[in-house]
């Protein structure tokens, strides 16, 4: 299908290739359509299939877990969730052995930097030399045309996609134009994940002038893959200045918050004292921050993602999963920057997991005893789904399984070699799998992958344009590429 960015190839071939890889199993003996290729016009309205006989994992309270069930999708919704269930005449996809939940959800990355790749796997935020600060944002991000961005954000969200991250909250901090706001848009859009765009302010003067525009094209609705969200630091000056522009047209906020490193530790506790911080924050690292700023955080209901493996080995500090529980706040989890650390979900979900309970498994054997409670692997699980939508604010249609929500799904193979036999589907999912077993993917009831893999992009065009926008920022920073350096 033509969409005008070129890495889509047509649904004809999409399927033959499809076909090609899995061969077509046909329904002999039933008079429903089976299928093993991805149900055509998926997500069009009045189009219906049926996840067949996986273990659901709805991550909702009402509607509970299944060892076995169906889950029947009708356009971009899902309509019944249930042991069994009379689909009609709906495609039948069948998921045995396999776990249906929802798509996970990475609150914080910054897709622009897909070129860049592992450059500072051995890199610090801002010590050293080459860090983050001087390398990624000095260095290279100016260097960036709106084409590298297109590339980059589209090149991220497929990879994210193929790892079953249907939503991402995008910081690129790449919007050195308009030109380049525009590219962000395009790449994202035609990927076809779920995108909250928090616009990063070049100046001060280009929020005024660029919100009215992208509200009024790219984000004129809310009802679609892309909404608007707001990245800018905390101080009270900024706030006051910028964030009163937004919240009346009910665009939420993000923010780092890396208390020592880059800001003061009561940063959230003054813009609370102010009567700044609202429900509508989303704040970000929140390492080495004061009791004071956790207190303000809770009380005016606002929210905490966590960068386990980026805050780790980047010195922000420790990543404050116990802190921000013992303050009755769930964190959600991203991925952050790939210069530095992968960014698919399971690589999220263990290194919360196994950070939170060594730290306080190490209370124990010193002989503590009012411990907090163990992370569990559903706990992380609904971090990684439930959390992350409320997170970015789209938990009023994402982040869980249950009729009258959008078909944001994943499906995991639980047969395979690394997983096999499924015993413990929570415990599978978070400290067994790995990306190479999620076989299919669906945003607003459309397949972005099936049966292992993607669905309309031209996956060897693709690789081939990012190593040639790299080689181009290389040569834009002076620098020369050596895969060992
Ligand atoms: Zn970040």
């Known amino acids: 299908m033509a969409n005008g960015d ?35 016009d998926a997500g069009a309205p009045g189009r219906r299939y049926v996840l067949r006989g996986g273990a659901v994992m709805s991550m909702d309270a009402g509607v509970g877990d299944f060892a076995r069930a169906d889950v029947l999708v009708e356009g971009e919704r899902i309509v019944a969730v249930g042991a069994d269930l009379d689909a009609g005449d709906a495609v039948v996809v069948d998921c045995t052995g396999c776990v249906v939940m929802p798509g996970f959800v990475d609150t914080h990355h910054h897709s622009f930097e897909t070129p860049l790749r592992a450059i500072l796997a051995d890199g610090l935020l801002r010590d050293g030399e080459p860090n983050y600060v001087g390398e990624i944002i000095q260095r290279f991000s100016p260097l960036y045309t709106p084409d590298d961005v297109r590339l980059a954000v589209f090149a991220s969200a497929v990879s994210q996609l193929d790892a079953g991250v249907t939503t991402v909250v995008d910081i690129s901090q790449i919007h050195n134009s308009p030109e380049h706001t525009d590219a962000c848009v395009a790449g994202f859009a035609a990927a076809g994940q779920r995108v909250v765009m928090a616009y990063n302010p070049p100046t001060p003067d280009a929020l005024l002038a660029e919100l009215g525009r992208l509200r009024a094209g790219a984000f004129a609705s809310r009802d679609q893959l892309l909404t608007l969200a707001l990245h ?6 900024d706030a006051r200045a910028r964030w009163t522009q937004v919240r009346d047209l009910g665009v939420p ?7 020592g490193a880059f800001g003061p530790s009561d940063g959230v506790a003054t813009l609370a004292r102010a009567g700044l911080a609202g429900p509508d924050n989303a704040y970000i690292h929140c390492t080495n921050i004061s009791e004071d700023s956790w207190r303000a955080i809770a009380d005016t209901g606002g929210h905490v993602s966590i960068a386990c493996p980026i805050e780790m080995t980047m010195r922000h500090g420790m990543p404050p999963i116990q802190a921000a529980l013992d303050h009755g706040l769930e964190p959600s989890l991203s991925s952050d920057v790939e210069c530095t650390m992968a960014a698919d979900p399971f690589t999220q979900m263990r290194a919360a ?4 309970r060594a730290l306080v498994n190490e209370r124990a054997l010193a002989g503590e005893e009012s ?12 971090f990684a789904t439930l959390q992350g939508a409320r997170d970015a ?29 499924l015993n413990n589907v929570p415990g599978a999912v978070v400290t067994l799998m790995d990306r190479s077993n999620v076989d299919s993917v669906i945003v607003a009831g459309r397949f972005k992958k099936f049966r292992g893999g993607l669905l309309d992009v031209d ?3 693709l690789l081939a344009d990012l190593e040639r926008s790299r080689d181009a920022l290389f040569a834009r920073a002076g620098k020369t590429h050596d895969v060992f350096a």
């Open 6 to 40: 070129g890495y889509e190839i047509t649904r004809r071939s999409a399927l033959a290739a499809t076909l090609a890889l899995t061969g077509c199993a046909t329904s002999a003996g039933s008079t429903r359509p089976r299928t093993d290729i991805a149900p055509l």
């Open 393 to 421: 604010h789209l938990d009023d249609r994402i982040g869980a399984i249950a009729p009258g929500k959008t078909a944001d799904l994943v499906v995991l193979r639980a047969d395979a070699l690394n997983v096999a036999p």
């Open 459 to 461: 996956l060897g065009r």
């Open 353 to 356: 997991f196994t950070l939170q």
């Open 371 to 382: 411990l907090p409670a163990l992370l569990t692997c559903r706990d992380v699980v609904r």
């Open 253 to 259: 906020i993000v923010s780092h918050v890396v208390g």
């Open 232 to 237: 800018t630091g905390i101080g009270v000056e």
